[in-house]
C-alpha cells in the first residue's frame, strides 16, 4: 500500500511540529513523516492504527515526545532509518509486534517511556524496545 489513511501525514518538510491531535482508526499509521529535518511528535493521543502508531522515517534531528499510543497494529514508534532521532517519555500498549523499534539510525536515543503489552498480534512475543542495526544508539 502507499502510505495512505494515516491520522497526519507529513513527507519532505522540515521545521514541523504535530502536536495534541488524536487519532482513531486510522487505515496506515497515526502519525507519519517521511523525509524530514527538526520534526517534533508531542503529546498526541493514537489508538487503533492499523500499521504504526508514530513513524519517523528517514528523518533527522527529530523526536516522538509525550504519546500515548494504543492499540496498534505493528509497532507503537518506529524510528526508521533517521540521523539522531530521539524516542523520549511515550506510554504504549498493546502492539501488535514490538513497542519501540529503532532500525539503521545513524544516533538514536530511547528513553523514559512506558511500555505495556507487546506481541499481541497472532500471539508472538514483541520486545518493548528493539535497536536493530544502528550506531551511536542509547
Known amino acids: ?3 495512505i489513511g494515516s491520522g497526519v501525514h507529513s513527507t519532505s518538510s522540515n521545521n514541523v511540529v504535530i502536536e495534541d491531535n ?6 496506515w499509521d497515526g502519525v507519519r513523516v517521511n523525509f524530514g529535518d527538526n ?3 508531542k503529546i498526541n493521543d493514537i489508538d487503533n492504527a492499523f500499521r ?3 513513524y519517523l522515517g528517514q528523518t533527522t534531528n527529530s523526536s516522538a515526545i509525550g504519546n500515548d499510543i494504543d492499540k496498534v497494529g505493528n509497532y507503537g514508534i518506529n524510528l526508521d ?3 539522531n532521532v530521539t524516542a523520549d517519555g511515550n506510554s504504549i500498549d498493546a502492539t501488535g509486534l514490538d513497542g519501540i523499534r529503532a532500525l539503521r539510525n545513524a544516533t538514536s536515543t530511547v528513553k523514559n517511556n512506558k511500555i505495556g ?10 520486545n518493548g524496545i528493539i535497536v ?3 550506531t551511536n544508539s542509547t
Open 81 to 83: 532509518r533517521g540521523s
Open 132 to 134: 536493530d542495526g544502528g
Open 39 to 41: 520534526v517534533l511528535v
Open 117 to 126: 503489552q507487546t506481541g499481541v498480534a497472532n500471539n508472538i512475543k514483541g
Open 22 to 27: 488524536k487519532t482513531d482508526n486510522t487505515g
Open 52 to 54: 504504526t502508531g508514530v
Open 1 to 3: 500500500a502507499p502510505n
